[in-house]
């Protein structure tokens, strides 16, 4: 499987990653268990799943961390979540409730999508849920204007 803009995982699987990219990159599947209140057996399974795609890799009893593929990804995955957050406070949303719907619907914005609007909000640096990194295909498009 390629994975190019987050379209192509569960949306289960985009939430763990961020996760794991918010806890500074290494976790235990005990940690996730916790977090997202699934059976231990279900994480790993869906670990191992992941580790196939190469975004993370998985030690029994050591942890799971990203790779650097993940550790991008993950970074890409968290500017989407903000920079569509920020977008509907634009809208009237709360904070609270910009992060909720964003949540709702994230999983199916194209990165395409994402870098546009990011670039016709200027490129912000600070979003509702914490600081908004930008990449070399976000930084490639002016702000519309």
């Given at each position: ?46 670990i ?46 709360s ?22 609007i ?28």
């Open positions: 499987m390629e994975i190019s803009d987050g379209r192509e995982l569960s949306a289960q699987k985009v939430r763990y990653l961020k996760f794991i990219a918010e806890k500074g990159g290494r976790v235990r599947t005990t940690d996730l268990a916790g977090e997202f209140g699934v059976d231990p057996s279900t994480i790993t399974k869906t191992a799943e992941l580790a196939k795609t190469g975004l993370l890799s998985h030690e029994p009893y050591h942890g799971i961390c990203l790779t650097a593929e993940g550790q991008r990804y993950a970074r890409y995955l968290v500017k989407r979540h903000r920079i569509l957050s920020l977008m509907l406070t634009h809208y009237g949303f904070h609270e409730q910009a992060c909720e719907e964003a949540k709702r619907f994230e999983s199916y914005v194209s990165k395409d999508a994402v870098d546009r990011c670039a016709a909000m200027g490129h912000p640096g600070q979003g509702v849920c914490g600081e908004i990194t930008h990449d070399d295909g976000c930084l490639a498009r002016e702000p519309a204007g």
